[in-house]
């Protein structure tokens, strides 16, 4: 199965598995990267939805740098999903997990706060598809039925056919991205306005992974002659266009798009921090705690599941700011980096007994 969130954010157990053979062509480099490049990108997932309950300024400066974690995931699978094999047992696995925190933490909410669930919500623990629970699980359910069509165009399109063709559905959907646009209508013809413009969806998530294939095929060349500190500095350059842009919104130069513009999935310079990025940990040498990485990184879809439940995250990050002190500034800042470090390694601890438990299912299952 290969490996998101991704973004799916995608189990790296089986992303491990299932991708070892294909990635160990540049000595295991890849495979490191690939692992710790998802334990960032969740960070920066956890980071984004602290700072939608923070205020002003704090709220945009979190959201400018850690918007672009979604993107990371969509291409991170297509960047470790080229050329594997995606197995149908990975994607029930993965339907399992995600049925396993739903249901457990409707069922301790119904006993915790009962004013706050209801038994029907239960019953739709079973079905995430179909109830969409969880956004980008629904999302990337659909695409892993086109990963292998995916992965052939990207094999088999002459190199410069298929950069056009990113390109050209680049633009159409980053139009989607801004407010003059929006009212227009949407691409292929799928309705106008809604989560779809905003890269909630499928088709984006499609796009996400043509670009981390086509970068994985045909970027040899560009990351060992760049070095990975001027990624770095293109990541920072598009943080700085995002503040620019709000700033700039604040004070009325920019009457006919929203604020928010720059802030969407589909917006370039998003797009353009994910690229970077996963340029950045592809290009890294590193040289220690390999195994520790490599085991961490197999929790990361269970840091987005428990965190970003619907009860979880209604309680606790969007109503932020009712219970957060009055502070400057700086302070907020530093009180949302101790909460995303805190939220991320608890969630991470708090998936161990599954992991260990799955372990021994699948051990049993194979003998």
Known sequence: MCGVVQSIVLSAEDET??????????????????????????????????????PGCVCSLLACTSVCAVNCFGMLSGYVGLGSHHRKSGIIWLWIQVVWYYLLINCLSLWLMPEKNTPYNIWKSFFPICTNGYWFFTAYFCLFWCMPALDYIVEHLERKSLI?????????LFLTSFAPFRHLGEPFGSGGGGRYALGFCAPWLGFLYLI???????????????????????????????????????????PFFRMSDILQYTSPTTLMQAVFLLLFFQS??????????????????????????????????????QWLPTTPWYLTATIALIAGIGIFTGCLLLDMPRYWLFSIIRKRKET
């Open 17 to 54: 598995q299932c991708h070892k053979a294909s990635m160990k062509c540049e000595n295991g480099k890849d495979i490191l990267g690939s692992n710790f490049f998802r334990l960032f990108s969740m960070f920066l997932v956890v980071m984004y939805h602290v700072s939608i309950g923070m």
């Open 164 to 172: 056009q063709m990113v390109i050209m559905l680049g633009i159409c």
């Open 212 to 254: 981390g294939a086509t970068i994985r095929k045909h970027t040899h060349n560009i990351r060992n002659k760049i070095h990975a500190k001027w990624f770095i500095v293109g990541y920072l350059g598009c943080v700085a266009i995002n503040i620019i842009w709000i700033r700039l919104c604040v004070w009325g130069w920019l």
């Open 284 to 321: 890294l040498q590193i040289q220690h705690a390999n195994k520790y990485i490599a085991y961490f990184s197999t929790f990361v879809f269970s840091v987005y599941l428990i965190h970003t439940h619907p009860l979880i995250y209604s309680r606790f990050f969007k109503d932020a700011n």
